[in-house]
């Protein structure tokens, strides 16, 4: 049973910075590709940022620049360093592998004021 439970969120200024944490149980972390996911109120879940098991990333033209994906298969860890962080940032974000998904976290709540 894959177990996802994300952490590091908060509410932080417009230009701010917040790191986030995901750590991943009940598999082999380091063979599965990872993303960061987003859902903004009434929106859907949109995928932000990913990295594969050996630690190539890529990401959405609205988080390039500012978020940066990086993983830590020892820990069964994925980050997300998000800087410069923007109003409409403001989301649940989760992490999960790359489709096919698993089961989703509860997520941590990012909220960035104006």
């Known amino acids: 049973q894959v177990q996802l439970v994300e952490s590091g969120g908060g509410l932080v200024q417009s230009g701010g910075s917040l790191r986030l944490s995901c750590v991943a149980s009940?598999?082999?972390?380091?063979?599965?590709?990872m993303g960061w996911y987003r859902q903004a109120p009434g929106k859907q879940r949109e995928l932000v940022a990913t990295?594969?098991?050996?630690?190539?990333?890529d990401y959405t033209d609205s988080a390039k620049g500012r978020f940066t994906i990086s993983r830590d298969n020892a820990k069964s860890t994925v980050y997300l360093q998000m800087n410069s962080l923007k109003p409409e940032d403001t989301a649940v974000y989760y992490c999960?592998?790359?489709?096919?998904?698993?089961?989703w976290g509860q997520g941590t709540q990012v909220t960035v004021s104006s």
């Open positions: 009940g598999i082999i972390f380091g063979i599965y590709n």
């Open positions: 999960n592998r790359v489709v096919p998904t698993w089961t």
């Open positions: 990295i594969t098991g050996r630690g190539t990333t």
